[in-house]
């Protein structure tokens, strides 16, 4: 299966971009970058470096749409660090993004591959929303597997919104009510996927530079989870756990809906099921609110674990 991802990296972001070239189904084709943990520079400057040191510098990097007047939320340096590695240094990248814009990228990719093509956003929903707009056919028949929202558990940034959708909900309300095919692997299972200090110590005695960078980047993260959410005893695998659910859908139950998200009022960022269409046979939407998780987290790190040694 062919994947683009887009995404704002930080570490999270860092961890699906190792997985996505690990997995031996997924083919990564390109990033598209936007913004949340960083800017939309310190994202593709971030994902080009680390493509480098994972031994991948042939994926291309595309640059999508910084929304006006964002600024990187104070909560976001303290989790992901100021440069949205755990101040983790990863050499700089020896090259730079692509000519094409992520918008260009997204809708001729899907063009060229159709049903073979996977689209996975772990950010903001802005350049797929803008995707959507730009081709009717992408919106209507991309497969999209998405980080974000939340339907059965409060929000991270508020009682009821999670962070990626919070940064853009015009745009999220877009993709959910214009996508014919929106998975959203959301904090209802994400936050049941618990990485720990025992698992990124495996990575760190790999001895190998790409296994040494992320044990420190995950333990950053670690830690920061410690102070914010000491009651789950790790950091959960947001990011990832979507790369994992579009190679394989068996590690969710989901449940099919038609979405929208509250774009106005004090629930603005809300993620929920839309009234008007409540009676439509045709569900776009599925949304992931049971998880495998001791499956999907052993793999995660025996799979990671055995691309730094290689």
Same mark, same amino acid.
């Given at each position: ?12 972001? #860092? ?74 240094? $990863? *050499? ?27 689209? $996975? ?6 350049? $797929? ?39 853009? *909900? ?11 095919? $929106? ?6 299972? =994400? ?5 720990? #200090?025992?698992? =990124?110590?495996?990575?760190?005695? =790999? ?10 980047? #995950? ?43 509250? =774009? ?47």
């Amino acid at each position: 299966m062919k994947v683009i991802l887009d995404l704002d990296t930080g570490i999270d972001d #860092a961890l699906a971009l190792a997985y996505a070239l690990a997995h031996p189904n997924l083919e990564l084709i390109g990033v598209t970058s936007t913004y949340g943990n960083v800017t939309v520079e310190q994202g593709v400057r971030n994902t080009l470096a680390l493509l480098e040191l994972l031994g991948a510098p042939e994926v291309p990097v595309f640059l999508g749409s910084e929304r006006p007047g964002f600024r990187v939320q104070p909560i976001s340096a303290f989790i992901h660090g100021a440069n949205g590695l755990g101040q983790v240094e $990863i *050499p700089a990248p020896r090259r730079g993004p692509a000519e094409a814009t992520a918008v260009d990228f997204l809708v001729s990719s899907f063009a060229r591959y159709g049903e073979d093509l996977t689209v $996975i956003p772990t950010g903001p929903s802005t350049t $797929i929303a803008a995707a959507m707009s730009s081709s009717p056919e992408f919106a209507r028949q991309a497969r999209i597997v998405m980080m974000g929202g939340v339907l059965t558990v409060p929000g991270n940034v508020s009682a009821w919104a999670e962070a990626n959708v919070s940064q853009d *909900p015009e745009a999220s309300d877009a993709v959910f009510r214009q996508g014919g095919n $929106i998975t959203m692997v959301g904090l209802d299972v =994400t936050l049941q996927t618990l990485l720990r #200090a025992n698992d =990124t110590a495996r990575w760190r005695r =790999t001895e190998t530079a790409a296994g040494r960078a992320y044990a420190e980047m #995950a333990d950053y993260y670690i830690r920061a989870y410690a102070t914010t959410s000491p009651h789950l005893g790790g950091c959960g695998l947001h990011d990832p756990l979507a790369v994992a659910v579009a190679a394989d859908p068996s590690l969710v139950t989901v449940f099919d809906t038609n979405l929208k998200c509250d =774009t106005t009022g004090p629930t603005r960022g809300r993620t929920i099921g839309d009234e008007t269409r409540l009676a439509d046979p045709l569900k776009t939407a599925h949304v992931a609110i049971e998880v495998d998780a001791p499956r999907f987290v052993a793999t995660f790190v025996d799979t990671l674990e055995e691309y730094f040694q290689a």
